[in-house]
């Protein structure tokens, strides 16, 4: 991070780490509505990249997956259940990641 001209301006992955760990309208989701999955899908994408504090936004996208899959389309619910699954969750599983344990 740096500041310049009193502006601070941060690396981009840190801009990308620094993101939402949920998205708004959850809250429409457990009122029974259907929402813009887009933001599910960047959560997701987050989640792949493997960096440091996906797994804060995996357990937004695991609630959705048990409390919520009915309201989602086919492709999202794809989406969550390949993150999920791929999701390194410890240092002794294959492949390569930028997470903290």
């Known amino acids: 991070m740096t500041i310049e001209d009193g502006e601070v ?9 620094m ?3 949920s998205f708004s309208d959850i809250k429409l989701l457990d009122q029974g509505k ?3 999955e887009s933001p599910i ?3 997701c994408e ?3 990249l493997r960096l440091d504090c996906a797994d804060f936004s995996l ?3 695991l609630w959705c997956l048990y409390s919520y899959r009915h309201l989602m389309s ?3 619910v794809a989406l969550m259940e390949e993150a999920t699954f791929n999701f390194r969750y410890f240092m002794d599983e294959p492949g390569d990641d930028n ?3």
Request: glycine share 0%; net charge positive; with cysteine.
């Open 9 to 17: 301006h941060m690396k981009p992955d840190m801009k990308i780490k």
């Open 19 to 21: 993101r939402p760990k």
């Open 34 to 36: 259907m929402v813009d």
């Open 41 to 43: 899908h960047d959560l």
């Open 46 to 48: 987050y989640i792949n």
């Open 59 to 61: 357990a937004t996208v």
């Open 74 to 76: 086919e492709k999202t």
């Open 99 to 101: 997470m903290c344990f």
